[in-house]
Each structure stands twice: as structure tokens, then as C-alpha cells.
């Protein structure tokens, strides 16, 4: 019997580009599906009945007994699992991926994949997270029941599903990498791994623990060459075993080695920026939530769950903390913390395939239930000289793959599955690994590794050595990114947490964005929630709610601490990361000139001391840095940092000779140190790789796939040959481009301007007039607004009276301008009759002008004061002189950020309702988007472009197509972080990066073509220079000359203050285009206007009244 369709022999997958198939037919395997949650585990029949999964009715299966095994061939029918959707109702998109899963491997994952999806739901007891009654863990007998079929199949099969599975996700075509140092606290451990040459006894004159000068000046080192991780590895309680470590930690003034990594922990990330990733062994969940406030990760191998091993002879022989059942506990204890976690195998030291499937699946039990495995690390054992173990055979490569394989069937395709690069074997020719290998067969190996189903090399170290491995150098940068981009991929920085453990919002939930919570703390969000609705305004005054951040607080990611506001993990993190959760890795940031990249790197270590910002970090000439005065770390207590400087006077001696030198303070070091705990790096001119990412998403210097993915390629074809509109998913896809994509992406944008646009660039000359900063909404990225008679934050709240915006209307009519733009907060105050009065007054000043004024809030508010419907109030507003509307408050059209960004704001359906009417009454409007403030990012980018294409083409089916109705340009507003509220509180990104921008300009002409035809480069935010580099990545207009601007000045950029227009043309023609001045609607303005406004006098001073005058009531 077969269930096999006539015709689906082979299942392909295409995602990101590759396209890749196996044989459904040799897929033949052993399979219990013992789903022991479920009723009743040893009956399979009820397990596929089991309502929940609903299995009986969407999955074709067979089962034979065969022994302890049973084969089962899975149908492959068209949609085999379409019906499945109603378990995945948080995740449709995963349950697609699930689906596929399920489809072809074996149901395994359908299954495990299945009780994740129940348990985001909510519907399981799975969510409970209760020390006291553990995860049930298989057996033996279990595991081989269900993964036993891995055994026996074929490597190659094994290695092209594994390679299918991790294509057919979100890894896509990125292979990621932790650009770290390695900071080996200590190296005294109570462990006597036969392995380990990392643990080393006392030695006399040698200190046992690194002192805090020596791990700040490796990490202010790794900070230079823009690391984002510090790696703190340790023995296993060494206080246990040594006398000498227990002294020297009451020395320092603390009672255990976790007391003293907090301690170090919390000082790399206050002083450096660094992230620290802790592996510090075995420790219960009140110490994992300790350290979980100083760290983005932690981990801990659990190498193998062999009880051999721990036998005399074994490798874990004398190992008190290598017992598995103490290390799953300690897992466990970290998925009750929802501490992202690092875990893995060691593979060849005594362990079976049998033994790695157990303990794989023992990590996979518990990741089910808490879903806080980041990634596994499968380590291959490498034999060492003067160990135990020095003479054991080291496993052959194909065992190393063959473990690689079978992780990513078995954890499906989200998990981050890696394998050290320093550690790949490089087979002899005889196979047997009698050493003679050749460094030639390396990127092949690290080919094979990357077919076996990684995504991922694990942190390499541009400053130290693999202390653990000293033996094997980091492999060079460059080698790793060619042999990855051979391999079809592109070779990427990410911070020690990835980026599905981060919490990004707009798109479709994620297994590992929610983990198990405490029913009270699920109650307290469901309630915030509930209480949040869109549109309904939050009590308190800005500064309570600025200083509560309840909103941001409840709904930013659980797994990582924000308890420290600014000076938090979480918000280190937000600093350090682009919009795909990747490690930013760049100097430049909206709003803000930019800076050469020695300026970048000063400007970083400055903000990285004053905001522990390590993501300014971009330079091209690394160089060593001072340490920093580590006496006035205020995360020690005093005794400790006596250990690093002996004396004031010393320290202040060792800082006067690095400034002086501007080396490191070597000779300062050892009269403060007198006992060396580690090697300290040491500087190798020349031999340093930097970490920066460059404008196309890629790293700088690297190898990167030659050739956009057929998948992009198809994307554009469509667009430019056959004005084929892009959906949702593949907008997204195209705002995720890197690399070539990325090129081919903007070469597509500009192609198509240039066809529709030609080679114009069009400005208008304009004036701004925010006639008041009050407001009582609560946007939290704002830092304009304020409350009425508050002068806290930013200078005082004011109002603009109606003579003085008659004065700069005519003023601005005078120097030759056509357009007023006014918006302005909400005051409390202010009705529908206000905004008809300021048109008015403006009209009044200057009839010619186009008056461009009030965000689509401003006319709910407007309309709603006065009872009218949108329509006739705009049609009210039209009368007295209105010309169009400004799209802003749109920020982000997606209500899962709306909730956060700017909760009692108007909603996504409201804000399309104003503008739709706005379009029925034929008044025009612009539209925006604001991005890159919280953790927002392409999917929900797509989403708002997506709807903002569908809202011209209702205005087009009222008004007929041909430019003439609905919208007139979009434009991207790079969020401008500065002084921006949610930034400042930590809970936000530093703005879009630069590949961010350009990519979004690119993608919006592609996404919005043919219905809207212009593209704003908005130097206001991107800075005239950059905007000119927009020009080339689909733009066709430059905005606003702007006389005033208040609002992105605020936020703490530098431009906005006026570009003439004479300055305007020269970067245009700079560019290489022509400049055409324009009117608001594209028109020409009248000769006159052009010829004032080319030599305009300076700008009379501005009148403001303050707030609580009253004055435009
Ligand atoms: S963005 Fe606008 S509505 Fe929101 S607080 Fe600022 S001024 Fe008020």
C-alpha cells in the first residue's frame, strides 16, 4: 500500500533562492510517534486521532509494527496538512513551515511542532513552568523508538533534508557568526574532564580569578573591532575544589564565582557595551535569574547524557558537574528563567549515535515545553596532548555531520544549529585522522558542515584565542565568508541572542517569542492589553507615563531584562541590533551628520561609556584601547577593584600614561597586577578584521554571493516587465535583501523612476508652522510634545497665535515659497473650529499659498469636537483654504506596533478612513512611514506599504487614474532616536540603519509602482548628502526647502533648518539629475515665486506665546 500521490515522488522546497529536492520514496524509516503529552503515549492510533493535532483527518500515515519500530510512510499529497491551520492560529505562516514538516519528516515534528503551537495557544497545561514537577524526559527505549530511523538512514539523505528544513525558514540565505572575545575568568575548576586542558590547578604567583582591569581592556578591545559579545567561560565552582580560589574571591570581597561574574558581567556591559554570554556551568534558577540581568544568553553543554561516561575511564569520569541529570536540570531551570540558552553535544568522546539522539532528544523535550533553546552547539571532540584523552581516536567527520544532520531534523528548521569552524577536522588521506591534513580541504568541510543543516559558526574573535581549544586558531574571516558564499549564502553578525529571541514585531508570531509564563504575568499582559485599546487615551501626565513605560515593559520581550531602563540588557540589545534582530554594526544613524570612520569609532566609545552603546562601533583601522579606570566601576565593591589598581595614585598614573601614549598602559598594568591570570591579547598589526556592515547589508570586505536569488530576480522581472503588483510576503521579502539581492534590488528601483519619472528631481519651497507643542497623546517615540504648562525635557510649551502664523505665512509667500505645512500637537484646548481659524489665518496672510496642513489625528480631533464626519469636515476645511493633507501619525500601519509606538493614537483602520475621506472630498494627501524606532520591521513595513497602495487605488476608482487624485508622494521617515523618549528610556532601536534606508526608499518605488509615482528622499532625517544617495535607489524628489522645522529638530537632529534653494539644485545636479522646482501638487509655481525664492532674505526671529495664554481660543 502506498499513499504516495501519482507524481509527488520528490518534495521541493524553495525558499530564499534555493530550491532543493529529495526522493519522498527513500525516505523509509523506523517511527513511533510517541506523543507522551498526549493521551494515552504508547497508543499511536489515539495520538493521531488526539484533537488537538488532528492528525487522523490530515495526515496520511501507515504504521506496521516491526518490533520495537514501526515504519510509516507520510502522504504527500498536495495539501496534506492545509486543514492543520486551526492549531496554529498565532502562526500561519509557521504552520505552513510546520505543514511542509510534517508532510516529510516523519511526523516527529508534527508532532513536537504541533504541541508548540498548542502551547502558544494556550490551550495546553504544557505552559505551566513548575520546578516541582519537571519535564518528563524519554528514555532510551523512547528515543530510538521515535529518532531510532536516523540510525540507518543514509548520510546523504539525512544531509539534504537537514539542508531543506534550514532553507525553508527565515534563515534564508544568511549563515550568522557572534563576533566575540573569549574572557576566561577562571580557569580553576572542581572538573576533571579527560578532554579539558581549559582547567588548570593553582599555580603559585598565577591569581586565580582574571581581575576587572584585565577583562575591561579585552573587552574595551573587542568593543574597537566592534564585537558585540563577551564570552565569560569558567570552571565549574572552583571554590568546591581550591582553598586558593575561595580565598581570593573573599579577598575580592565575594562569597562565590557567580557572585564575582554578576559583578564582571555588569561592568563589561556598563563601561564597554559588550553583550556577555555566560557559560557558567551548573547553577540553580535563582542564579540563572541573577545572571540573566548582566547577560543577553547564557549556556551550558550538555555534551552527552551517557551515564558511561561518567564511569572510571570515561571521559567524564571524576565530573561531578558533568551529570547529565544536574546539567537538564540546570536547562530546565534556565526555561523557567526564559534565559535565551545555549546547549549542544560533544560529539566523540565515548558517545554513541545512540547516546546523541538521546541527548538530543532530551534538549528537545525541553525546549518543547519552554522554548528557551537559542541554538545547539554539535562540537566534535578534538584530541589534545597532556590530557586523559590524548591518545582517543577523534571521530570521523561523517560523525560530526551525521550529528548535524539529525539536530536539524529533529529541531526542525527555527533552531540555530552550529559547528565551530576552528574545530573542523580535516581528514587525512587514510581517513583515520593520523594527522597529515591539508589546510586546502578546509572549505569544503565547511561546506559539508553548511549542507548538514548549520546556520550558524558560532562566535569567532578578532582580538582572542579559543581558550578552550588554544590549539585552534580562529579561522580567518575572510575564509569563512568565501566558503560560505560558495555555499550560496551570505556570512553575517549577530549579538550573542538571536534574533527570534528578540521579540520583533509586525510580522507572524514565532516558536520562540513567547516563552512558558507564569499564569499571573500572562493575566497582568492580557490586561494591559485590554486596557489599551487603540484610540482611548491613557491617564497620567507624559513624564508619569515616560517614567511608568508600562506599556513598552509588558509587551517588549520577556527574555531579555529591561529592569534597568537605559542602563539594562534589553536595552543594550535594542541599541546593538538592525531591524532582523542582526548585529547593526554601523556609524551612522539618522539625523545626525555623517562622521568619517575614525569619528564613528570616538563617537562610539563615547556613547558606549555614556549609554553602554556598542553598536556605533564600525572602524577601519583597529586599534588598542586604553583600559578603562576600572576603580571607579561602581559594579564592584571596593576591595575587588583595589585588585586591579593599587592605588589611586597608580591608577591615576596609568590613565595620565594612555592618554599620554595612547598605548596600552602595559607598565601600569603590572604594577597593579601583580600576578598574571590569563595571556592578554596581544595587538597583531594588520591581522585584525573589522565588523562593520555596509550600506547593502553585507559586511565590508567579505565575500557575498555574486548573483541576486532567482526568487528576487523573478520579483523584479515582474514588476519592471509586466507592472506586476507585489504582494505583502514578497514586499517583505524584498525589504530583507542584503548583498547582490540588495543591488538588484535598487538597480530595479532606479530603472523603474527613471522610466516613469525620468531624470528630474522636484522640490518645493515651504515653510513649516507647528502651531503648538502641546499634546495630550502619549506617542512615546515624541519628543516634540509636551503637556500644557510643563517645561520639563525639552524648553517650554507654547502656542503659535493666529497674527504670528499670518506673519510667517506672508513672511514665507515673500521669500518665494507656495506651500505652508502646519501640524502641530493635540491640545487639549484646541476644537475643529481652531484648525478652520489657523487656514484661515492663513489664507488671510497669503491667498496663493498652498496651505498642506493636519495629520490625519488632527482631523479625527478636528471632526470629532465638532460632531462632524470626516467628509464634512474636510470639506469645512477645504472651504476656508485648505490645500492637502500631510499623511503623518501614520508612523507604522500595523496595529501590533501602534499598540506600543502610540497606543492612544488613532488606530490602522481610522487613520485609512481620514485619508480615504480626505480623497472622496478630493482633497490630496502625502503619505509616510516612520521606521526603525522599536522593534518593528519588515514584515510590518510591507504591511503599511501594502495598504497604503490599496488606499490610492480606492482613490483612483472614485477619482480615475492619471496622477490627478488621492496621493501625491510617499515618504520614508527615518526615525531620528536622539532624544527621543522611548529611546532614551532604552526601549528602542538608534533608528533604521543606513542599508535600512536606502533598502526601504528602493523597495517603496518597487511596492507602490505604478499607483504612487513619487518618492521623497527626506533630507530633513537622512541628511542632504544622503538623500542625494537616495536618488539612486528610486527617489524623485527631494521634499521641502523647510524655512522652519521643529518637530525632527526635537528629536535631536542636526538638519531641518532651512536648504535654499540654490544649495537644494546643487545636490541635485551633484546627483547627476536635473532639479525642477515644483508646487504641493506637482504643479510649476509661478515665475516670480521661483525667482524670490532664489534670493531670499534671512528669516525675521519667531514669535510664540506660551501655553497656557490661551492664545488661539
Ligand atoms: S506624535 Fe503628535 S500626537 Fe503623538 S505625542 Fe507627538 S505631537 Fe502628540
Not at 466 to 486: G, Y
Not at 540 to 548: D, I, K, L, Y
Not at 724 to 745: F, I, K, T
Not at 785 to 807: C, D, F, M, N, W
Request: aromatic share 6%; hydrophobic share 40%.
Amino acid at each position: 500500500m502506498s499513499l504516495y500521490p501519482s507524481g509527488a515522488s520528490r518534495r521541493h522546497f524553495s525558499a530564499h533562492g534555493m530550491t532543493v529536492s529529495y526522493p519522498l520514496d527513500s525516505f523509509t524509516f523506523q517511527h513511533p510517534s510517541p506523543i507522551t503529552e498526549l493521551p494515552n503515549p504508547a497508543n499511536r492510533a489515539s495520538a493521531r486521532a488526539h484533537p488537538a493535532l488532528n492528525l487522523k483527518s490530515h495526515q496520511s500515515a501507515w504504521y506496521s509494527s516491526r518490533a520495537q519500530h514501526v515504519r510509516i510512510r507520510t502522504a504527500a499529497a498536495a495539501e496534506p496538512y492545509a486543514a492543520r491551520t486551526h492549531i496554529h492560529t498565532l502562526s500561519t505562516k509557521a504552520a505552513k513551515s510546520f505543514g511542509r514538516l510534517c508532510g516529510h519528516h516523519y511526523c516527529t515534528n508534527a508532532v513536537s511542532l504541533g504541541h508548540a503551537a498548542v502551547r502558544h495557544a494556550g490551550t495546553s497545561a504544557m505552559c505551566t513552568a513548575d520546578a516541582d514537577h519537571p519535564t518528563p524526559l524519554p528514555g532510551m527505549a523512547e528515543v530510538l523508538d521515535q529518532y531510532g530511523w536516523m540510525l540507518e538512514t543514509p548520510l546523504e539523505e539525512l544531509m539534504s533534508c537537514a539542508t531543506a528544513l534550514r532553507d525553508d525558514n527565515r534563515h534564508g540565505a544568511i549563515v550568522s557568526f557572534s563576533p566575540k572575545v573569549f574572557i576566561p575568568i577562571t580557569r580553576l575548576c572542581r572538573d576533571m574532564c579527560g578532554y579539558c586542558t581549559f582547567a588548570q590547578p593553582p599555580r603559585p604567583g598565577r591569581r586565580a580569578f582574571m581581575t576587572l582591569g584585565e577583562v575591561l581592556q579585552i573587552a574595551a578591545q573587542g568593543a574597537s573591532a566592534g564585537c558585540s559579545e563577551a564570552l565569560l567561560t569558567l570552571g565549574d565552582k572552583p571554590e568546591d575544589r581550591w582553598p586558593e580560589a575561595a580565598s581570593e574571591l573573599m579577598e575580592m570581597g565575594f562569597g562565590s564565582t557567580l557572585e564575582y561574574v554578576e559583578a564582571v558581567a555588569k561592568a563589561i556591559l556598563q563601561e564597554t557595551g559588550l553583550l556577555p554570554h555566560i557559560n557558567a556551568g551548573i547553577m540553580s534558577e535563582l542564579e540563572l535569574r541573577k545572571l540573566k540581568k548582566v547577560s543577553a544568553s547564557q549556556g551550558l553543554m550538555l555534551e552527552s547524557t551517557s551515564l558511561e561516561l561518567m564511569h572510571p575511564g570515561g571521559a567524564h569520569h571524576n565530573c561531578p558537574d558533568k551529570d547529565p541529570a544536574s546539567r537538564l536540570r540546570t536547562i530546565e531551570a534556565a526555561g523557567r528563567a526564559a534565559v535565551p540558552y545555549t546547549s549542544g553535544i560533544l560529539v566523540g568522546i565515548g558517545d554513541t549515535r545512540s547516546d546523541r539522539l538521546h541527548a538530543l532528544a532530551c534538549l528537545h523535550r525541553l525546549n518543547e515545553r519552554y522554548g528557551h533553546i537559542q541554538e545547539l552547539i554539535i562540537q566534535n571532540f578534538r584530541r589534545k596532548p597532556a590530557t586523559a584523552m590524548a591518545a582517543w581516536p577523534e571521530p570521523p567527520f561523517d560523525e560530526l555531520l551525521w550529528a548535524v544532520a539529525v539536530a536539524r531534523i529533529m529541531f526542525g528548521p527555527h533552531m540555530n544549529i552550529q559547528a565551530p569552524p576552528n574545530l573542523t577536522p580535516l581528514e587525512s588521506a587514510d581517513g583515520g585522522g593520523s594527522g597529515a591534513f591539508s589546510l586546502d580541504a578546509l572549505p569544503a568541510a565547511w561546506q559539508a558542515l553548511l549542507k548538514a543543516g548549520i546556520n550558524d559558526w558560532g562566535g569567532i574573535s578578532p582580538i582572542t584565542r579559543d581558550f578552550v581549544n588554544p590549539e585552534k586558531p580562529w579561522p580567518h574571516l575572510s575564509s569563512l565568508a568565501a566558503a560560505t558564499a560558495a555555499a550560496g549564502k551570505l556570512l553575517l553578525p549577530r549579538l550573542p541572542v538571536y534574533p527570534s529571541f528578540l521579540g520583533l514585531r509586525g510580522g507572524p508570531s514565532r516558536p520562540n517569542c513567547h516563552p512558558a509564563r507564569p499564569e499571573e504575568a500572562a493575566a497582568a499582559d492580557r490586561e494591559a492589553l485590554a486596557t489599551r485599546a487603540p484610540g482611548t487615551p491613557l491617564a497620567g501626565t507624559p513624564a508619569e507615563v515616560a517614567a511608568a513605560g508600562t506599556p513598552l515593559e509588558l509587551l517588549s520581550c520577556p527574555w531579555l531584562d529591561f529592569s534597568g531602563g537605559r542602563d539594562s540588557v534589553g536595552a543594550a540589545v535594542l541599541r546593538s541590533i538592525d531591524s532582523e534582530g542582526f548585529l547593526r554594526a554601523s556609524a551612522w544613524v539618522a539625523g545626525r551628520p555623517d562622521v568619517d570612520e575614525q569619528q564613528g569609532q570616538i563617537q562610539g566609545q563615547r556613547e558606549r561609556t555614556q549609554h553602554s552603546d556598542p553598536s556605533s562601533i564600525s572602524v577601519s583601522n583597529v586599534s588598542p584601547l586604553p583600559p578603562p579606570p576600572p576603580a571607579a566601576s561602581p559594579c564592584l565593591p571596593a576591595a575587588a577593584a583595589s585588585m586591579t589598581m593599587a592605588t589611586p595614585i597608580a591608577a591615576a598614573e596609568a590613565t595620565t600614561q594612555t592618554a599620554e601614549t595612547g598605548t596600552i598602559a602595559a607598565a601600569a598594568l603590572k604594577l597593579t597586577v601583580p600576578r598574571e591570570s590569563v595571556p592578554m591579547p596581544r595587538w597583531r598589526e594588520g591581522r585584525v578584521w573589522r565588523v562593520a556592515v555596509c550600506v547593502d547589508g553585507a559586511m565590508e570586505g567579505m565575500q557575498r554571493p555574486a548573483d541576486p536569488s532567482p526568487r528576487v530576480t523573478r520579483l523584479l522581472e515582474g514588476v519592471l516587465s509586466g507592472g506586476r503588483l507585489l504582494q505583502r510576503d514578497e514586499v517583505e521579502l524584498l525589504l530583507r535583501s542584503r548583498g547582490a539581492d540588495h543591488d538588484a534590488v535598487c538597480a530595479a528601483a532606479d530603472e523603474l523612476r527613471r522610466r516613469t519619472c525620468g531624470d528630474t528631481v522636484s522640490y518645493v519651497v515651504n515653510r513649516n508652522i507647528n502651531y503648538t507643542n502641546v499634546c495630550t497623546y502619549k506617542c512615546v517615540f515624541c519628543a516634540f510634545s509636551k503637556g500644557r504648562t510643563s517645561e520639563e525635557l525639552r524648553g517650554p510649551s507654547y502656542v503659535v497665535p493666529y497674527e504670528e502664523i499670518a506673519r510667517r505665512t506672508a513672511e514665507a509667500w515673500d521669500r518665494g515659497a507656495t506651500e505652508v505645512c502646519m501640524q502641530g500637537g493635540i491640545h487639549p484646548d484646541f476644537t475643529g473650529d481652531t484648525y478652520l481659524r489657523i487656514v484661515s489665518a492663513a489664507k488671510a496672510a497669503a491667498p496663493a499659498v498652498h496651505v498642506h496642513a493636519f495629520s490625519p489625528l488632527e482631523v479625527h480631533h478636528g471632526a470629532t469636537s465638532l460632531g462632524l464626519i470626516y467628509e464634512r469636515y474636510l470639506e469645512r476645511l477645504a472651504l476656508a483654504g485648505l490645500g492637502s493633507l500631510p499623511g503623518t501619525a501614520a508612523e507604522v500601519l500595523h496595529d501590533n506596533v501602534r499598540s506600543v509606538l502610540c497606543p492612544d493614537k488613532i488606530d490602522t483602520a481610522t487613520w485609512l478612513k481620514v485619508v480615504g475621506a480626505a480623497h472622496r472630498v478630493g482633497l490630496r494627501t502625502t503619505s509616510t512611514l516612520m521606521f526603525g524606532s522599536i522593534e518593528e520591521g519588515p514584515a510590518a513595513w510591507a504591511s503599511h506599504l501594502v495598504l497604503l497602495r490599496e488606499l490610492q487605488q480606492q482613490a483612483e476608482a472614485i477619482g480615475g487614474h492619471g496622477g490627478g487624485v488621492g496621493i501625491t508622494e510617499f515618504v520614508p521617515l527615518p526615525f531620528v532616536h536622539m532624544e527621543s523618549p522611548v529611546y532614551i528610556k532604552g526601549q528602542a532601536r538608534r533608528g533604521p540603519s543606513l542599508h535600512e534606508v536606502v533598502l526601504l526608499h528602493a523597495v517603496a518605488r518597487l511596492a507602490l509602482h505604478p499607483h504612487v509615482t513619487n518618492i521623497q528622499a527626506s533630507w530633513v532625517k537622512a541628511g542632504p548628502s544622503r538623500a542625494a544617495q537616495l536618488l539612486a535607489a528610486g527617489c524623485n524628489d527631494m521634499g521641502g526647502s523647510i524655512m522652519n522645522e521643529s518637530i525632527t529638530r526635537a528629536a535631536g537632529a542636526s538638519y531641518g533648518q532651512e536648504l535654499p534653494p540654490l544649495q537644494m539644485e546643487e545636490i541635485i545636479r551633484a546627483a547627476g539629475r536635473q532639479p525642477r522646482q515644483r508646487t504641493t501638487l506637482y504643479g510649476t509655481p509661478p515665475a516670480e515665486q521661483t525667482a524670490r525664492s532664489n534670493g531670499a532674505m534671512p528669516l525675521q526671529p519667531l514669535v510664540l506665546a506660551a501655553a497656557t495664554t490661551g492664545a488661539l481660543r
